[in-house]
């Protein structure tokens, strides 16, 4: 783990994922919760990692109904953030939601959209 959230690191994108390697089947796939590989740039995006969508939190943590984490964690209070995104955009209506109630409410619509 990096000594902070703001070092540009992630999961070398020369590595496949399970997602890129089942759509080629026609299967689909969606990321919900917790993303922790990499979002330095674009590339590193769940959603350009083969996941159809993402909901949920980038960073290593947070706090579940603020969705509020810290980039520098040496320098907490100095550092903070929101960090809830659905694809690559903030998703600021989960702002005083917890974490839980969105993710299960994501599950349904995705299922009910199939």
Known sequence: ??????EP?????????LPEHI???GYSSHALG???LGFCSPEY???NR???SFYG?????GFHKSHLTAGDLKNMWWSIGYDFHLNEQLALG???RYTDDLIAERVNDILFKR
């Not at 783990?1 to 703001?6: G, K, L, S």
């Not at 939190?57 to 943590?61: E, G, I, Y």
Request: zero cysteines.
């Open 94 to 96: 989960a702002l005083g």
């Open 9 to 17: 690191i992630g999961l070398p994108t020369s590595f496949t994922l």
């Open 50 to 52: 083969g996941f159809e």
């Open 34 to 36: 917790k993303w922790h």
């Open 45 to 47: 995006f769940p959603t």
């Open 57 to 61: 939190f980038w960073n290593a943590m």
């Open 23 to 25: 759509a080629k089947f």
């Open 1 to 6: 783990m990096p000594p902070n959230n703001m």
